[in-house]
């Protein structure tokens, strides 16, 4: 994808796959009936792809978030970053900033290795709140994490505790980097965020995790059963759609299948419809 003077990338680190029913606290077999063409055509499953983006411009070189990392846990899989970067031609010292939309674990996996900083010279970025959240002690690890989760290795706590003091904080909306602001989308965490993209005129938006699935993004509040505070994470999916539909905007979320970008608009019934646009 190309914004005016940006070039961005999806890096794909792997996968997981899990029934449609495993997502939404309302879910319904007829809600997803309209929706199947979204999911997996083998197996009827949700496709959550794990990874990043990598945005590209002027002499920046910044990763949207870490991908799940070397060693996931079923039903995350993949750990294949690496070779995304590889493909690409950039190598992890490369990288200038990681913004992090949020810290679960399947957007933190590449931070450090080893207890290594693996993208040594770059500058990371997050929401203060989420910081505060997921690297308090008192943090209370919910179920669906402890399944899929190493607790040596994989929470923020431990994950992050070799960048504690190379941390940019931010609060909300604000001006990240030039053509990068960050927008308030709280709910699924404490502080996740979506980025507003904006060069030459042009503009996109890279959502993180406020919405998992392509339906989850044009019907009416769909509950997704991690969202940290549900109705604040629904209402937040509310602001970014109208944002999205208003401005005719190009698009990528963290998990869509292939992180794929596309648009949403009417259809000729005047219903909200998702199209992938190359
Ligand atoms: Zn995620």
Request: contains cysteine; proline residues 7%.
């Amino acid at each position: 994808m190309q914004i005016g003077d940006m070039r961005i990338d999806a890096l794909l680190d792997g996968e997981a796959v899990v029934p449609p029913s495993f997502c939404y606290a309302n879910y319904s077999e007829e809600g997803w009936e309209p929706h199947k063409h979204f999911l997996d055509p083998f197996s009827d499953m949700v496709v959550h792809t794990l990874g990043g983006f990598l945005v590209r411009y002027d002499d920046k070189v910044v990763l949207v978030d870490a991908g799940v990392g070397p060693q996931p846990i079923f039903p995350f899989a993949g750990g294949a970053m690496r070779s995304a970067f590889v493909k690409l031609g950039v190598t992890p010292s490369e990288v200038t900033d990681v913004v992090f939309t949020h810290l679960h674990l399947d957007h933190i996996g590449w931070a450090t290795v080893g207890g290594k900083i693996y993208f040594d010279n770059a500058n990371f970025h997050v929401d203060k709140r989420d910081w505060d959240y997921f690297m308090s002690p008192d943090y209370d690890v919910p179920e669906w994490e402890q399944g899929v989760s190493d607790p040596s290795r994989d929470p923020a706590t431990v994950r992050l505790a070799p960048l504690a003091d190379r941390i940019n904080f931010f609060v909300g909306d604000s001006e990240l980097l030039p053509g990068i602001e960050t927008v308030d989308a709280a709910g699924h965490t404490p502080g996740s965020t979506v980025l507003r993209l904006t060069s030459q005129g042009e503009q996109g938006m890279l959502l993180g995790d406020p919405v998992h699935t392509q339906p989850e993004l044009i019907e009416d509040r769909w509950d997704f059963l991690a969202h940290i505070e549900h109705e604040q994470g629904m209402d937040s999916i509310e602001r970014i759609r109208k944002e999205l539909f208003d401005k005719n905007l190009p698009f990528a979320a963290a998990h869509f299948p292939g992180l794929q970008w596309g648009k949403i608009a009417n259809d000729d019934s005047g219903k909200l419809s998702y199209a992938r646009i190359e």
